[in-house]
T-cell receptor
């Protein structure tokens, strides 16, 4: 069974641009969550989608948005990039969305650098 | 509000030694779950072990065990017989109240030397 895939793995953008990251969950998983990891703030939850609906949202500005498609693939978008958006963005998938010990899997992450 | 605290920024251990990584948590929910993840330099989060608040016994997965002390609100990870491949960042986490997100601690960097 293929794991969670994230594309691209690395990305360099300049301030003011926008970026779209993609996450393909494990086949059959319907929940996708996104996290931002920075040295200063650590790992922070962005949002979670289940069956194309956003069910949970972290404390991030509206520049961060996401969506989920009918095949459970998810994208997150960051508009008007700022230097502080430089981070590792991790995606996690689960079958139902509840993080029980046996059903959450993380992807390798997308490392975004904003210049 | 829920919170995870990891007070050890870095730990150093030699191969074959045991090491304990500390984690304390704060929550008002009577039902909660605690997780430990390993993050190598490649960036991927690898699930290690889970402890439910109502589990009667401490969780164990191979060389990993969880020292769960509910009254003290601590869930320390014990790695027995450390290996060079254990060198990584380790995160303690718990589910949020919605049950669909994880709240992470700041992490502990473990360095294993030969």
């Amino acid at each position: 069974k293929a794991g969670v895939t994230q594309t691209p793995r690395y990305l360099i953008k300049t301030r003011g641009q926008q970026v779209t990251l993609s996450c393909s969950p494990i086949s059959g998983h319907r929940s996708v969550s996104w996290y931002q990891q920075t040295p200063g703030q650590g790992l922070q939850f962005l949002f979670e989608y289940f069956s194309e609906t956003q069910r949970n949202k972290g404390n991030f500005p509206g520049r961060f948005s996401g969506r989920q498609f009918s095949n459970s693939r998810s994208e997150m978008n960051v508009s008007t990039l700022e230097l502080g958006d430089s981070a590792l963005y991790l995606c996690a998938s689960s079958a139902s969305g509840g993080f029980s010990y046996n059903e959450q899997f993380f992807g390798p992450g997308t490392r975004l650098t904003v210049l | 509000a829920q919170k995870i605290t990891q007070t050890q920024p870095g730990m150093f251990v030699q191969e074959k030694e045991a090491v304990t990584l500390d984690c304390t948590y704060d929550t008002s929910d009577p039902s909660y779950g605690l997780f430990w993840y390993k993050q190598p330099s490649s960036g991927e989060m690898i699930f290690l072990i889970y402890q439910g608040s109502y589990d009667q016994q401490n969780a164990t997965e191979g060389r990993y065990s969880l020292n769960f002390q509910k009254a003290r609100k601590s869930a320390n990870l014990v790695i027995s017989a450390s290996q060079l491949g254990d060198s990584a960042m380790y995160f303690c986490a718990m589910r949020d109240q919605a049950g669909t997100a994880l709240i992470f601690g700041k992490g502990t960097t473990l360095s294993v030397s030969s």
